[in-house]
């Protein structure tokens, strides 16, 4: 099996040779065997380039990183099993912030600055949203009714992933909010 890959100077991705696991992103429809180079489709600003095993990989001017080929070992990196083929680079969601990707195998590598979740329990939720999302990550506002008195309407009550965790660009992280009681104030 021989693949190779070419990257313009502006970003755009070249590819030709076998083309077994659909590893070059020519689409569904693609030969096997790629006798000339082909532009793919829809990829531009690609900054580095990874490939083998049946699989590539390639990372965006913009952190993000995509792949495409040979899928049956979790090659979105999402946890849902999949079989076949990747046939068109499609972007890695669950990072971003990327800065190099690497490719081993069947194994996918992405190097992204990561960040010590900070502690922001008893925060009011609008400087608790602010901070986290200053650090790059995503954040999910969920609600939970205050006691009788209201005291702590407005502040986190807590906070998923716990203080003190290493955490990647872009993950998910879920802050409980107290909101005003059903009944109301006293």
Not at 4 to 15: H, I, Q, Y
Not at 62 to 83: F, K, Q
Request: proline share 8%; with cysteine; net charge negative.
């Amino acid at each position: 099996m021989v693949r190779f890959k070419m990257v313009d100077p502006d970003g755009s991705l070249w590819a030709w040779g076998d083309n077994q696991y659909g590893e070059h992103g020519l689409g569904a429809g693609a030969p096997s065997a790629v006798r000339t180079p082909q532009k793919v489709p829809g990829l531009a600003g690609v900054t580095q380039l990874a490939a083998g095993g049946g699989t590539s990989m390639a990372l965006r001017s913009d952190g993000t990183p995509l792949v495409w080929g040979l899928e049956s070992t979790g090659l979105r990196g999402d946890g849902i099993p999949r079989t076949g083929n990747l046939p068109v680079p499609t972007p890695v969601t669950t990072v971003s912030g990327v800065t190099r990707v690497a490719l081993s195998g069947s194994t996918a590598l992405a190097l992204a600055h990561a960040v010590t979740m900070p502690n922001v329990v008893g925060e009011l939720g609008v400087s608790a949203l602010a901070e986290l999302h200053a650090l790059g990550l995503s954040v999910q506002e969920l609600f939970v009714p205050d006691n009788q008195f209201c005291d702590n309407v407005g502040y986190v009550e807590s906070q998923n992933p716990p203080p003190g965790t290493v955490v990647g660009p872009g993950t998910h992280v879920t802050i409980r909010v107290y909101v005003r009681a059903l009944g109301g104030c006293f």
